[in-house]
C-alpha cells in the first residue's frame, strides 16, 4: 500500500474516531501518559501542535502544560518557504485560524527552533517510530535540523507497516492508546 493510500485509510479511521465514546477517554490515557514521561517532566520548552477534532485533543495537555509552568510553543508555518518554526503561547484565547485554516498564534510571541520536547504529529506510524503525516513534510524537515526529545500520542488503529523513506524522521517514544 502506498503512503498515501495508507494516509488515507487511516484519516478515514481518524475522523469516524472522532464520534466514539472512548476518543475522550483515550486521549485522556495518552495525557497522562505523557505527564509521566522523564521527558515531559525535565522539559521547559515544549512544542505541540493545535489538533484538529479527529486527532488526539492537545487543547487540554496544552491547558495542563501551562498549568504545570511549562512554556509552549506552536507550529508557526511559512507556507511560502516550506519551512516551519514554534511561536510561543500563553493563552489559548490567543489563537486562530492561519491562511490555510489551521490554527496558530495570532499574537506577537517569541518564535524559536530550540525545544527541550516536541510531540510529533502524524496519521500513520510504524513500531520503530516512523511517522506518515500529512503530506507537506514539515515535521521531518524540522525534525532533520533540529535536535530535542520527541514523543508521539496515537491511537492503536494508526499502527501500520511501511518503508520509511531516506528523509522520514523518526520519533524517539511512541505513546499508544488501546481504542477496542
Not at 485560524?97 to 506510524?125: C, M, R, S, W, Y
Amino acid at each position: 500500500m502506498t503512503k498515501q493510500s495508507l494516509r488515507q485509510q487511516k484519516l478515514k479511521l481518524m475522523k469516524s474516531f472522532q464520534t466514539n465514546s472512548y476518543k475522550v477517554e483515550s486521549d485522556r490515557y495518552l495525557a497522562d501518559h505523557l505527564y509521566q514521561t522523564s521527558e515531559y517532566k525535565n522539559a521547559e520548552r515544549i512544542g505541540i501542535v493545535l489538533s484538529m477534532p479527529h486527532e488526539v485533543d492537545t487543547y487540554s495537555i496544552i491547558e495542563h502544560m501551562l498549568n504545570d509552568g511549562k512554556t509552549v510553543f506552536v507550529p508557526e508555518t511559512d507556507y511560502e518557504h516550506c519551512k516551519m518554526s514554534f511561536k510561543a503561547l500563553s493563552n489559548l484565547e490567543h489563537i486562530g485560524p492561519d491562511v490555510k485554516g489551521i490554527n496558530h498564534v495570532t499574537v506577537e510571541a517569541d518564535i524559536t527552533n530550540q525545544l527541550d520536547l516536541l510531540v510529533v504529529p502524524g496519521v500513520v506510524f510504524s513500531t520503530t517510530g516512523y511517522r506518515i503525516g500529512y503530506g507537506g513534510g514539515y515535521f521531518d524537515k524540522f525534525l532533520s535540523h533540529y535536535k530535542q526529545s520527541t514523543i508521539s500520542l496515537l491511537y492503536d488503529f494508526q499502527l501500520d507497516v511501511f518503508e520509511a523513506e531516506s528523509h522520514d524522521e523518526p520519533v524517539e517514544k511512541l505513546i499508544i492508546a488501546t481504542t477496542k
